[in-house]
């Protein structure tokens, strides 16, 4: 199944942080929200109602990971067409248009040709694109891809923005620093299947573990307090440098249930290799079974 019992509820003026590697279910649930496929059982609301509501698609706004545009219209021309395409008068059009390209940073690009874009500068016409209509809902799927670090943070100020409006937003990222600053709420697909759910706080949080952070201890030491907590019916689930962000409990979500890490240090993982590395332990798990 590309969802199995999927459940999730995405408030209203908050922006909502959808995560999973390679594979999880994440497409699948952005076309179920738009409308482009239908589940077999269950159903799917957007503001409401039903997604096959012909009428609730005219509120919501969308940046697919890959954008298609007409390579050979500029800024101006490729809103004027979308702002069209939602009847939206002329007059407001044009308000809209100016008012998108100054949002997005792309005033001294306007009146070229997008086939003369750097990628960033697709994302950001994409960004605008997405707004034109004024939507209630905003699905972005890698609004961030492409941008040098000054695109990223105004991005995310343009998400903040829209959260002050009262728009609701829907990011799909692999950039776990991203979600983690923004998002008020987030959920973890693996499979197919929602693992969890929360808001920031509360998922990196851990109730039923005690951290003890040691400095100047040797490794010989260290074997010594390991032993007396085992001793003392403790369970050591991790000896590490400290940390606490998303990305550990994404690490932990996606790979194998149960396992215990050791001296690993996950700073430097790319989206693409935590999906892997989960997608090779869930077939090794399903292959003991």
């Known amino acids: 199944l590309a969802l199995d019992k999927l459940n999730i509820d995405i408030q209203k003026g908050k922006i909502f942080g959808l995560l999973g590697p390679n594979g999880s279910g994440k497409t699948t649930t952005i076309k179920l929200l738009l409308g482009l496929i239908f589940p077999t059982e269950g159903r799917a609301y957007v503001l409401g109602k039903p997604t096959d509501n012909v009428a609730i698609k005219s509120r919501i706004g969308f940046l697919p990971e890959e954008s298609c545009f007409y390579r050979f219209l500029n800024a101006d021309e490729t809103l004027d ?70 695109g990223t943070r105004e991005t995310k100020d343009i998400i903040l923005a829209l959260k002050k409006q009262g728009k609701t937003v829907l990011l799909c990222s692999h950039l776990l620093s991203d979600v983690q600053d923004i998002c008020d709420r987030i959920a973890i697909l693996d499979r197919g299947k929602l693992q969890i759910a929360g808001t920031i706080d509360e998922l990196l949080s851990r109730k039923d573990v005690v951290e003890v952070l040691i400095r100047n201890l040797s490794d010989e030491a260290i074997s010594e307090v390991e032993a007396f907590i085992k001793e003392k019916q ?42 892997s590395e989960a997608m090779s332990r869930s077939n090794k798990t399903d292959q003991l079974n």
Do not use: C, H, W
Not at 95 to 104: A, G
Not at 251 to 261: A, M
């Open 81 to 150: 067409f979308y702002g069209q395409l939602f009847s939206i008068p002329r007059k407001e059009r044009k308000l809209r248009i100016n008012r998108l390209i100054d949002q997005v940073g792309l005033e001294f690009a306007r009146k070229r040709p997008l086939r003369q874009y750097s990628k960033g500068m697709l994302r950001r016409i994409g960004i605008a694109q997405a707004l034109i209509n004024d939507p209630d809902l905003i699905i972005l799927d890698e609004p961030t891809s492409g941008l040098d670090p000054i």
């Open 234 to 275: 403790g369970e050591v689930i991790s000896i590490k440098t400290p940390s606490n962000t998303l990305e550990d409990l994404f690490l932990k979500i996606v790979q194998e249930r149960n396992s215990s890490f050791r001296d690993r240090n996950k700073r430097g993982y790319e989206f693409d290799q935590i999906g």
